[in-house]
C-alpha cells in the first residue's frame, strides 16, 4: 500500500543534523553570502562563504526551516567545505540527480553521506526543501550577493 | 465555546428551527452526503483537515454543476431561447439565496466575484479610491489574511494614505481597546476578518463596526471563514461590505460573494468594465447598468453561481443550531485532546473560535508535521497561512493548522492526536 516509508525520509542522519545543525551561523569575514526563500512555506536560509583562489575554504548557513531543509543544507555545508567551484558544481549535480533522478541516477561513491536524502525524491512536495540550500549556495558561488528562489 | 451575543443570533434560514422540533444533527449522515469523504489514502481513512483552506462539495452541488452542464448552458441575461432563460433564472434565484443566507436588504446587494480576494479587491479600487486620499487612513488587524492586507497597501501607497494595524494579544484575541484608538478622523475605511483563518478567533464586529462609524470609516468584513461556520446577519452586524468565498462554504471554487450597502454601491464607479455591465455604449460615452450588474462585467461563471446555490440550498436543510453545537463540540474536543499532549502548543486560544486548531510542536518544524500526518491519511495545512504579519507576531516562521468543517468528528480528532504521537515518535 504506501510504498515510500517515513523511516526513508526522516533516517537518524537526518535527525541528528535537524538538532545538532553544522557549520550554523554567520561567517565572519565572508567574501560571498546569497539569501534563499521558499515562497511557497516561507523558509529561508542564508548562506555565507570564503572563497579564496577558487576554494571554498568556509562555509556557514543560517535560517529556519524543516529537518529536511536544515540537514541537507548542515550536510551540504559539511560537503561543500574545501572544495573548488567545478567540485562543488559536480557536488550539486549529483545531488539533484539524488533527488530528482533527472537527467540520470546519481553516482552515489560521490556523494558519500549524502545518500540519506534518497528518500526525499519519494515525497515530491518535499524536494524543494532538500534543494533551498543548495541553490542559496550556487547564487552566492555565481554572484557575490544573491537572492535564490526555489519558484 | 460560546459565542458573543451578536455572533449567537440565529442564522437567517433557521429562526424556524428555534421554536421547532429539538436540535438534531447526524454527522455520519451528513457525511455520506460528501462522496470524496468516503477514501483512503496511504491505506488510511481519510481525515480531512485542511477545511479552512478549502472545503469539499456535498453531492448536491455536484449534481448541481452537471445537470446545468448537461441541460441548461447558455449564456445569461441576453439569451432569447429556452436554455439562456434557464440559466439566468437559476443564476439570479442564487442570488436571492444569498441575500436571504446574509439576510441582506435587497437582490440588488449581491454582487457575484471569483472569490472573497477579488471582493476585498473591488471594494479597494472602486471605493476606497474614491474615498480614500493623502494622509487619510486605512485600518486593518494584525489577524489578516494577506488578501485582506495587500489591497489596502496597494490603495494606500497609490493615494498616499496610511495603513494602521490594530494589534492582536497573545492568545489571538483582538485588543479592542487598541483597535479603538486607531480611529480617527482619518480613518477612511476599516478591514477586518469576522473570523481569522491562522487562529480561529471569532472578532466581535458588531462592536468594532460600530467603533469604526462613529468615525464616519466604513467597514468591511472578510468572511471567507466566518460563513462555512456561523450565522451572518449583515443588517444586524451593520457592516458596509461582506465579502465570502463559495468553496470555502461548500460550492465550487471560482465563485464569491461581495455584499454591499445598496446606497454605497450606487455611488461607486464600476471596477471592470465589459459585458452585462452596461445600458449602453457609444464611442462618446457609455451608460452603466443598474446594479447589481455594474460589477459583474463579462460572462460570470454561471456554473459556479449556481453550484453555489446548491449549497446553500444543502445548508439550508441542515439544522444550523444542532450543526453549530456539533461543530464546537468537536473544536472543544480536539482543543483538550491536542493540548494534553507534550511538546505540543497551541497557536491562538482565544475565548471565542470556530473551526480552527493552529499548533506548534517543540523541536518541530511544521512540515514535517505534515509529511507524517499525510502518510497517516490526515490532510491539514502547515505553513504561514497567507499570514506572515501574524506568525511574526507569535514569534514561529509556520504552523501546523487543523481546520474542522460540519461533517468532521470527534473520531477524526483522537487521529489527528495518534498522528501527532507518531509525530513526537519520529522526532524524540
Known amino acids: 500500500m504506501n510504498a515510500p516509508d517515513l523511516g526513508d525520509l526522516y533516517q537518524e542522519t537526518i535527525l541528528d543534523h535537524n538538532r545538532q545543525p553544522r557549520n550554523f551561523g554567520t561567517l565572519p569575514g565572508a567574501n560571498r553570502t546569497a539569501e534563499g526563500f521558499n515562497p511557497l512555506c516561507g523558509d529561508k536560509v542564508t548562506v555565507t562563504l570564503h572563497v579564496e583562489d577558487g576554494v571554498l575554504k568556509d562555509i556557514r548557513f543560517q535560517g529556519s526551516g ?18 573548488t567551484r567545478a567540485e562543488a558544481e559536480a557536488l550539486f549535480q549529483q545531488f539533484h540527480r539524488l533527488l530528482t533522478g533527472e537527467p540520470a541516477p546519481p553516482d552515489e561513491s560521490a556523494l558519500g553521506k549524502l545518500v540519506v536524502f534518497s528518500g526525499v525524491k519519494e515525497f515530491p512536495v518535499r524536494v524543494k526543501c532538500a534543494t533551498l540550500a543548495w541553490h542559496t549556495l550556487r547564487s552566492a558561488l555565481e554572484n557575490a550577493h544573491q537572492v535564490a528562489s526555489t519558484e | 465555546m460560546t459565542a458573543p451575543a451578536d455572533l449567537r443570533a440565529p442564522r437567517p434560514r433557521d429562526a424556524a428551527d428555534l421554536r421547532g422540533a429539538p ?6 449522515r451528513v457525511r455520506r452526503d460528501f462522496p470524496i469523504l468516503d477514501q483512503q489514502v496511504f491505506g488510511k481513512p481519510l481525515v480531512y483537515l485542511d477545511n479552512a483552506a478549502t472545503a469539499q462539495k456535498p453531492r448536491a452541488v455536484l449534481d448541481a454543476l452537471t445537470r446545468y452542464y448537461t441541460q441548461d448552458n447558455a449564456n445569461i441575461h441576453r439569451g432569447l431561447h429556452q436554455l439562456s432563460e434557464r440559466a439566468t433564472a437559476a443564476y439570479e434565484e442564487t442570488r436571492s439565496k444569498v441575500r436571504r443566507f446574509l439576510n441582506a436588504a435587497s437582490d440588488t446587494e449581491i454582487i457575484f466575484v471569483r472569490g472573497t480576494t477579488e471582493a476585498i479587491n473591488l471594494v479597494a479600487q472602486s471605493c476606497g479610491r ?7 487612513e486605512v485600518l486593518i ?16 501607497e497609490e493615494k498616499g494614505a496610511r495603513l494602521r494595524v490594530a494589534p492582536v494579544g497573545d492568545d489571538g484575541e483582538l ?16 478591514a477586518v476578518a469576522h473570523v481569522s483563518n491562522a487562529l480561529g478567533t471569532i472578532n466581535p464586529v458588531k462592536r468594532l463596526a460600530e467603533m469604526a462609524h462613529r468615525h464616519g470609516a466604513l467597514v468591511l468584513l472578510d468572511g471567507a471563514q466566518a460563513a462555512p461556520h456561523l450565522g451572518i446577519d449583515v443588517r444586524d452586524l451593520d457592516c458596509d461590505f461582506y465579502a465570502l468565498s463559495g468553496h470555502k462554504l461548500f460550492g465550487p471554487t471560482g465563485i464569491g460573494v461581495l455584499y454591499g450597502k445598496e446606497s454605497l454601491l450606487e455611488a461607486m464607479p464600476p471596477w471592470q468594465g465589459g459585458g452585462d455591465m452596461i445600458a449602453s455604449v457609444t464611442f462618446e460615452k457609455t451608460i452603466y447598468n443598474r446594479l447589481p450588474y455594474k460589477f459583474e462585467a463579462g460572462t460570470p461563471d454561471i456554473a459556479g453561481v449556481i453550484g453555489l446555490g446548491a449549497a446553500l440550498d444543502w445548508l439550508g436543510s441542515i439544522d444550523s443550531t444542532a450543526c453549530r453545537a456539533h461543530e464546537d463540540d468537536v473544536l472543544a474536543y480536539a482543543t483538550r485532546t491536542l493540548a494534553a499532549l507534550p511538546r505540543v502548543r497551541l497557536v ?13 510542536i517543540d523541536g518541530v518544524h511544521p512540515h514535517d508535521i505534515g509529511t507524517i500526518l499525510d502518510r497517516e491519511g490526515i490532510a491539514i495545512r502547515a505553513g504561514h497561512h497567507c499570514a506572515q504579519p501574524l506568525m511574526d507576531r507569535y514569534g514561529v516562521p509556520a504552523t501546523a493548522r487543523a481546520s474542522f468543517a460540519l461533517y468532521n468528528m470527534r473520531e477524526e480528532a483522537d487521529a489527528l492526536a495518534a498522528g501527532v504521537r507518531r509525530v513526537l515518535e519520529v522526532f524524540r
Do not use: Y
Not at chain 2, 436540535?23 to 455520519?28: C, E, I, K, T
Not at chain 2, 485588543?175 to 476599516?190: A, D, I, M, S, Y
Open chain 2, 175 to 190: 485588543l479592542t481597546g487598541e483597535f479603538e484608538k486607531l480611529l480617527g478622523p482619518r480613518t477612511r475605511l476599516v
Open chain 1, 66 to 83: 524543516c529537518a529536511i531543509s536544515k540537514a541537507s543544507a548542515s550536510m551540504m555545508t559539511e560537503s561543500m567545505k574545501g572544495k
Open chain 2, 130 to 136: 474614491t474615498r480614500v486620499g493623502p494622509g487619510d
Open chain 2, 348 to 360: 491562538g486560544t482565544a475565548r471565542e473560535k470556530t473551526g480552527v486548531l493552529s499548533f506548534v
Open chain 2, 141 to 156: 488587524t494584525a489577524m489578516e489574511h494577506h488578501s485582506n492586507i495587500v489591497p489596502w497597501q496597494m490603495l494606500c
Open chain 2, 23 to 28: 436540535a438534531s444533527f447526524d454527522v455520519r
